[in-house]
């Protein structure tokens, strides 16, 4: 079984970010980057299926040169060899343009299983696995929690989360896409052995050629969605910020939620 | 031009609607009216034709669309964007606007991918900017929020879904339109590729933290489950039930009977202590009901701030021992 894992190299949204002077998006120079989290567990579930049915997992992303780091990391974890749609053509898309390029990549994998992240944690629209689905014309499922393969290999058993903390229960025949969250297993770590032998294994770049694709229907160009600019959110009033070291700030909380707002 | 449609996709279980149609509604009547639209809201299901004629007694729109087949009895991406999407090509609304839910965003790209319409998820706000209509969504775990636009180019329909609480449910215009059926031919020869086995509860046991008067809750920021106790402690000062975000459940720190948020559980106390949480959205429609909120948190820029009435600036692990003795010392 061929496997297909799409991910994405997100900036770390843990480190202090900074809008760009233009405003068009954020400084990205000396910024980390990381697997996308939900795609992390994606790589998990599709590692871990690998090994236990004997398949091999084909790792994809869309991204600049950087993204390559990514790519690595996920041949260290055990992916068995990877495809970087690294073309300047294929950047900046929307899910729709980004969505339909990975198809094509997909397709010509031979592929009958994707594994994906619900959503990225940088444009976060949660739709480039479900366009992937939609245009390979399988059926996906998205804010998986739970997956197991059944017996034939042919279906697999699927927990959706729904809200209120409900989730439903499905059966999916394959080929299919799963789109993970966050949580659905625990990923591994990289071994010195793994790392070692992803040194061998091989990335291969494609460009829209090479996947049928006309250039103006990928990334920016192929995108219906422009991005115009990023900007601080809007404080709602904001909160009142209790200044001073922390025994000072906790003294004067407690003194406005008695007094002031009369909560406890 | 003929004037522009604008769809307001409903959502229904068994004959209920969601809490955010009408939100979605009120959203289509506004943008509308922007854009020098009509609105027609939408009706997918089983059975649901005397519901889809009581709302179009009941609300401003031209229409209330209905697709009525067994097919759609129980929701499916698949049977539901089969339905969807020949309308979209039949009858060209230029807006389609959709719930911000876990069910809508996952079939709503599908319909977008197969009408070749544009994707904009998460909306909090638009406006008319430029004779277009310019969407608002947050972006980079709601640290920024992103202005986007569609192409004139584009061409096609633009799909975008409306957050909870972006247009109130109390700007629904009422009035009245007609019900009318639209096909569901398509679906005749629907071939089901997803099978529904079950609903199950997503915690194993049940803590019900709706009813809680004070919650203290930990997100990321606490950094493992052995740096609990700071959150312990002050839980047991307040006489308070402990909540967490997202990332702490992922991780083990707490059992998942202890998450608040979207996928989780919603709650309304009187006081939240949210600690080391950078408000997500996710996060965010789980407890912005509360009814004040305390952000603690060493990010300055976190968006939990813009919602909180109070807020400490600073590692949690030195505030919230010295909030624990404070509390103490006040009640004696």
């Known amino acids: 079984m061929r496997i297909a894992v799409c991910i994405k190299q997100v900036p770390d949204t843990e480190s202090r970010l900074r809008v760009r002077a233009d405003g068009t998006w954020i400084e990205e120079d000396d910024l980390p980057f990381v697997i996308n989290e939900s795609d992390e567990y994606a790589l998990e579930e599709g590692i871990a299926l690998a090994e236990k049915t004997g398949g091999e997992v084909v790792v994809f992303t869309v991204g600049p040169a950087r993204a390559a780091e990514a790519l690595r990391k996920a041949l260290a974890l055990g992916a068995a060899r990877a495809v970087h749609l690294a073309d300047a053509a294929f950047q900046r898309g929307d899910a729709s343009s980004t969505g339909a390029a990975l198809a094509a990549a997909v397709a010509r994998e031979e592929c009958s299983l994707v594994f994906t992240g619900s959503s990225s944690d940088d444009l976060s629209y949660g739709a480039t696995g479900t366009v992937l689905a939609s245009a390979l014309g399988w059926p996906h499922a998205w804010l998986v929690m739970g997956f197991s393969l059944e017996e034939g290999g042919t279906s697999c058993r699927v927990v959706r989360e729904m809200e209120s903390g409900k989730n439903e229960l499905l059966r999916i025949h394959l080929p299919a896409v799963i789109e993970v969250q966050a949580g659905i297993n625990h990923p591994r770590y990289a071994s010195l052995k793994g790392i070692m032998a992803a040194k061998k294994k091989p990335i291969v770049e494609v460009g829209p050629g090479d996947l049928g694709l006309d250039p103006s229907a990928v990334g920016a160009a192929g995108a219906a969605v422009e991005l115009l600019g990023v900007h601080a959110p809007s404080a709602g009033g904001g909160a009142q910020i209790l200044p001073g070291d922390p025994a000072t700030a906790a003294k004067a909380l407690v003194d406005k939620l008695r007094n002031e707002a009369r909560v406890i | ?332």
């Open chain 2, 1 to 332: 031009m003929a004037t522009a449609k604008v769809w307001a996709i409903l959502q229904q279980r068994d004959g209920e609607l969601h809490r955010q149609s009408r939100e979605t509604v009120a959203a289509a009547q506004e943008l509308a009216t922007l854009v020098g639209g009509t609105v027609d809201a939408v009706l997918l299901g089983s059975g649901i034709a005397p519901l889809a004629a009581t709302l179009a007694g009941q609300w401003a729109v031209e229409r209330v669309l209905h697709a009525d087949h067994a097919a759609l009895a129980t929701y499916t991406p698949g049977a539901y964007a089969t339905a969807l999407a020949p309308a979209i090509r039949e009858e060209a609304p230029a807006y389609v606007l959709f719930p911000h839910t876990y069910q809508s965003v996952e079939y709503f790209p599908r319909v977008a991918q197969q009408v070749g319409g544009a994707i904009v998820s998460a909306v909090g706000s638009f406006r008319l900017a430029d004779g277009a209509i310019q969407w608002t969504r947050p972006v980079l775990g709601g640290k920024l929020q992103a202005d986007v636009r569609v192409k004139a180019t584009s061409g096609g329909a633009t799909l975008a879904s409306i957050q909870p609480g972006a247009v109130s449910a109390d700007r629904l215009r009422a009035g009245s339109g007609v019900a009318a059926a639209l096909p569901t031919t398509a679906l005749d020869s629907w071939k089901p590729d997803r099978e529904i086995l079950g609903v199950e509860s997503a915690a194993k046991e049940e803590v019900d933290l709706s009813k809680a008067d004070i919650i203290v809750a930990a997100g990321r920021g606490v950094g493992g489950a052995d740096k609990m106790g700071v959150i312990q402690a002050l839980a047991e000062a307040l006489g308070a039930e402990i909540g967490a975000s997202r990332p702490v459940i992922d991780n083990g720190w707490l059992p998942r009977d202890r998450q608040i948020g979207s996928s989780g559980q919603t709650v309304a106390p009187k006081l939240y202590v949210a600690a080391g949480i950078s408000g997500a959205i996710q996060h965010l429609v789980g407890m912005k009901g509360a009814s004040c909120i305390v952000a603690i948190n060493k990010d300055p820029n976190a968006p939990i701030f813009a919602i909180a009435r109070y807020g400490i600036v600073g590692d949690l692990h030195e505030v919230l021992p010295a909030l624990t003795a404070a509390v103490k010392e006040a009640k004696g």
